[in-house]
């Protein structure tokens, strides 16, 4: 498919966003002002402002100021609560059309007990403003991102969200890289416990399970300090989802309609399906029967022949029309009371249904970089999402805040890909084969949380008991393999790949089912006290504990059909896919369906962590502060399973003491620097250590654990030495610049490496060592200045986002890996990273708009050996457009444009090794083109 938009659909939205401009007058203005305490007159900072009887609502910055925008013309009452204060209503405030109503009043302090108080509010932390706060008062290096930016640019999915963050990148839309590190260097942690992961082949958490609409904010930490987890390198990110508050009563509604160019409205393939698919539950369908036996050669034929028939016959393709995407979201935000408690509630419902269809050209070469294969791909995925949230929280008079958040996700993607295999170098079709498979993703995650106040806010004591639910069911998963063939009427036809009388052959003609389940109990718990020091300065003391069980069962069962007859075959070995394998060719002399029995097939495994920490925060000049401390953790990982037979119980218990120091001072309130040192680690992961093998179909390659190739020399911890500095500037309250530079020093890095084998294989060992350095420009800049030189009005109402990454990697592989260069760049790091925006919203706030720019540089997909260059993935630019127009004060209409220029996703393969990886003349191991996509939504408030 070529680079193009279908600008028909694109012209009449557009058409029809401007004529409702013509017929919806302005009739919005803005209410702002400061906030302070009546009896000192310090600014009200993170008090809730709201118009009584609406939706529209905010909160106090640092210096008390707050601003509504989008207010519809009206008179209204203003709220305003915040912890310790009386609650203050403001009535008659009027909003005119196209002004701004200024409002300064006090805050009374709520004096009804010295030991009491009485809350009113909750602080809102999903605003720009409140985000940069957050980063600001931070004791490390922090970037983020807010709910009100997510909006702005309208992502689909968490997954999107995380790329606009300064040195974030996203590996296949749904893993992290922070800082050009692969995922297994990045941790995630959901509402500040650890995220479950549904991911049997990496470490990983999947961020296209959780649509943006769900998100508070997003924070990523980049260097260790003693209260964080100490297993990540590159960042952890702290992932919050939307809270409710204690007094709003709204409900918001969304509905989007996606228009993929050269997907939607064309030939789609899918297969059967079954009743849960439309909800993401379509795996149940397609699992085994319950207790299907085992077929081993101990297996009689009649037991084989029934078992055949009850997996039924589900190979056929069939051919629809893809309709546009659905996407779907609803949040009810409400209070009630409950035995004298106000409790908060939010409740949130997100469906997508979405479909994409690519045109993939592959390349296979020999050791010279002559291509030997060439290959078509036609894959069809169809996408869909259920997710439900359900939080409550309630704040009590002692001071106390009890939070109960629920996640449930559900995912299921049924895709098809069918594959025309030529002879190097002309049109000749010499086999054909086919993928069918369907995944289904199940996560869970609810927390019980509290945050206790004492001795007059001095002591503060936090608590996160959290529970994870995840499972991967990955059922029937189909490929079948035909070649072309001479018939007996001299005509060319293909012929069914078929593995000799009595094996199995999973790869050309089989049927694999693979399902994991893992859970995780958490435990955080936090301390705080704060007391005066050295020369009257108030320093704090923190101490906590983090408690960690996952448990993991993995198994895969694999099938294939052989030919029992072969005068029988010389009948069936020509029929095409959708009956090649109906019941009436399995068993008797038809095919045969054998397992193949493999102890690596199966795995159990375990890992316990038990963390303490101890830190002080130290000011030890009025602008000098030390946060320092350490972080004792303990991990036990227990894996049991079996290679070629014999079983493998593999217990590897460490004991790691992790320093860390974070220096800041501030030239002034409004510009800082930040020097940080900190040993963190990198754990191998269950699936890396697992000897179960994967087959790739995509890119035809087979992935080991390592225990599949030394059962007895498990994986070794990987530690890594950080530092960062750090200058950080904030003009006013929502802007901000910051420049950085950071060092990262690894021992024994795990790496994925090519083994020798017959076919193309991959696995994970330790390197000797490796480094990573770079440096980081974060801006977020309003254009407001500029009107006073140029003498307008309207550029205030413009901000500027530009985040740059320059990074620069290297890895020593030494003697016992097999490399063309022994000293190559860290898998998936990227040289560069830029992500840069403008944002608008005018006035009356009745029009937003917003222009986002990514691009990353070449990064190692997959590392090669002497006889395999490195698999890399060139730089593409994404060019996103996004506006929004209010309809009237409750609805408002949004038109997107994702990947505008729709350039080329390149593989190449650096044959000729001088590093210098050239789209147009290395060779091309994929390379194909996503769709410039559209969508036109509606949003409604109540």
Request: hydrophobic content about 35%; glycine content about 8%; overall charge neutral.
């Amino acid at each position: 498919m070529e680079n193009t938009i279908n600008y028909r659909y694109l012209f009449i939205t557009l058409l029809s966003l401007l004529f409702s401009n013509t017929v919806f007058a302005q009739t919005t203005g803005t209410v702002k002002g400061l906030v302070k305490d009546a009896a000192t007159q310090e600014a009200v900072i993170g008090g809730t402002v709201r118009l009584d009887g609406t939706t529209l609502g905010t909160q106090t910055d640092v210096d008390g100021s707050f601003r509504l925008e989008r207010v519809p013309k009206g008179t209204y009452t203003l709220v305003i609560s915040s912890v310790g204060y009386v609650s203050t209503s403001l009535p008659g405030v009027a909003v005119e059309a196209g002004k701004t109503t200024v409002i300064n009043t006090t805050a009374k302090s709520d004096s009804k007990a010295l030991d009491e108080v009485v809350v009113r509010g909750v602080r809102r932390t999903n605003t720009e403003i409140s985000v940069i706060t957050e980063i600001r008062q931070a004791n490390v290096v922090v970037s983020g991102v807010s709910s009100e930016q997510i909006v702005k640019s309208q992502d689909r999915d968490a997954a999107e969200v995380v790329r606009r963050i300064p040195g974030v990148s996203i590996i296949d839309n749904r893993f992290i890289q922070v800082r050009g590190l692969s995922e297994r260097y990045n941790t995630v942690w959901l509402n500040d416990v650890t995220a479950p992961s549904s991911e049997t082949d990496k470490k990983a958490f999947s961020f296209d399970i959780v649509p943006s609409a769900l998100l508070d904010r997003v924070l990523v930490f980049k260097d260790p300090s003693p209260e964080l987890p100490g297993d990540f390198a590159g960042g952890l990110v702290k992932v919050y989802l939307r809270k409710p508050t204690l007094d709003e009563r709204s409900f918001t509604a969304s509905y989007v309609s996606g228009y993929r160019d050269g997907t939607t409205f064309n030939s789609f393939n899918s297969d059967k399906g079954g009743s849960g698919d439309f909800a993401g539950f379509g795996a149940a369908n397609r699992n085994l029967p319950n207790n299907f036996p085992v077929l081993n050669s101990a297996a009689s034929a009649a037991q084989r022949d029934a078992s055949a028939h009850d997996l039924g016959n589900t190979f056929g393709i069939k051919t629809m029309t893809a309709m546009p995407d659905v996407r779907f979201n609803a949040s009810y935000l409400d209070n009630f009371k409950l035995g004298g408690l106000q409790i908060g509630s939010l409740t949130s419902l997100s469906y997508t249904n979405a479909f994409a269809r690519f045109n993939i050209a592959r390349n296979v070469y020999d050791a010279d970089g002559q291509r030997t294969d060439r290959l078509l791909d036609e894959q069809a995925t169809n996408n869909v999402r259920l997710g439900l949230i359900q939080n409550f929280s309630t704040l009590l008079n002692n001071g106390t805040k009890l939070e109960f958040r629920n996640l449930f996700n559900q995912f299921g993607r049924n895709q098809i890909t069918t594959r025309d295999n030529f002879s190097a170098n002309d049109n000749t079709l010499v086999r054909k084969g086919y993928a069918l498979g369907y995944q289904g993703r199940t996560t869970y995650t609810g927390q019980l949380a509290g945050t206790h106040l004492f001795n007059d806010e001095k002591t503060t004591f936090d608590w996160v008991a959290g529970y994870g639910y995840s499972a991967k069911d990955e059922p029937d998963l189909r490929r079948v393999a035909y070649r072309n063939v001479t018939l007996t009427d001299g005509s060319v036809g293909q012929e069914v790949l078929t593995p000799a009388p009595g094996q199995v052959d999973v790869i050309n003609a089989g049927r694999l089912y693979q399902k994991l389940n893992e859970n995780v109990y958490t435990l955080n718990a936090n301390g705080k006290h704060k007391l005066v020091g050295l020369g009257g300065r108030e320093m704090e003391l923190a101490a906590g504990t983090y408690l960690e069980y996952k448990k993991r069962d993995f198994t895969a069962r694999a099938f294939g059909y052989s030919p029992s007859d072969p005068t029988r075959f010389q009948q069936l070995k020509n029929l095409p896919l959708a009956t090649v394998f109906a019941p009436e060719n399995v068993g008797g002399t038809g095919f045969q369906l054998r397992e193949d029995i493999n102890s690596t097939y199966r795995y159990t495994a375990s890992n316990e962590q038990e963390a303490v920490y101890a830190s002080i925060n130290l000011p030890i000049t009025p602008g000098l502060k030390l946060l320092t401390g350490a972080r004792f953790e303990r991990n036990v990982q227990v894996i049991n399973t079996g290679v070629n037979g014999a079983p493998v119980d593999q217990t590897v218990t460490t004991n790691y003491l992790l320093p860390s120091a974070n220096l800041s001072y501030n030239f002034s309130e409004t510009s800082l620097l930040r020097a940080c040192y900190g040993r963190s680690l990198n754990r191998p992961e269950f699936r890396e250590s697992a000897p179960f093998y994967y087959y790739d179909f995509d890119f035809n390659v087979l992935n080991y654990g390592s225990l599949y190739l030394n059962p007895t020399k498990p994986l070794q911890v990987a530690t890594i030495d950080n530092f960062d500095l750090r200058y950080e500037w904030y003009p006013t309250p929502g802007e901000q610049v910051h420049l950085g530079v950071f060092y990262k020093n690894f021992t024994n890095p795990i790496e994925n490496v090519v083994i020798p084998s017959t076919n193309l294989a991959y696995s994970f060992a330790n390197a000797p060592s490796a480094y990573s350095y770079g440096v980081e420009l974060d801006v977020r800049k309003s254009f407001d200045f500029l009107d006073a030189l140029v003498g307008t009005r309207g550029l205030k109402n413009i901000t500027a986002v530009f985040n740059l990454s320059l990074i620069e990697s290297q890895v020593d592989l030494g003697p016992g890996i097999v490399a063309w260069n022994s000293k190559r760049a860290l898998q998936g790091q990227s040289p560069y990273v830029v992500n840069t925006g403008l944002y608008y919203q005018n006035e009356s706030g009745s029009w937003q708009a917003s222009a986002l720019y990514n691009v990353f540089g070449p990064r190692i997909l997959f590392a090669g050996s002497d006889q395999y260059p490195d698999v890399v993935e060139m730089p593409r630019h994404t060019i996103d457009l996004s506006l929004t127009k209010s309809l009237t004060k409750r609805v408002a209409l949004n038109l997107g444009v994702q990947d505008l220029l729709n350039q080329r996703v390149t593989l190449v393969q650096d044959f000729n090794k001088d590093l210098k990886y050239q789209r147009d003349i290395d060779p091309a191991l994929a390379d194909y083109r996503r769709g410039t996509y559209v969508t036109i939504g509606v949003k409604a408030a109540f």
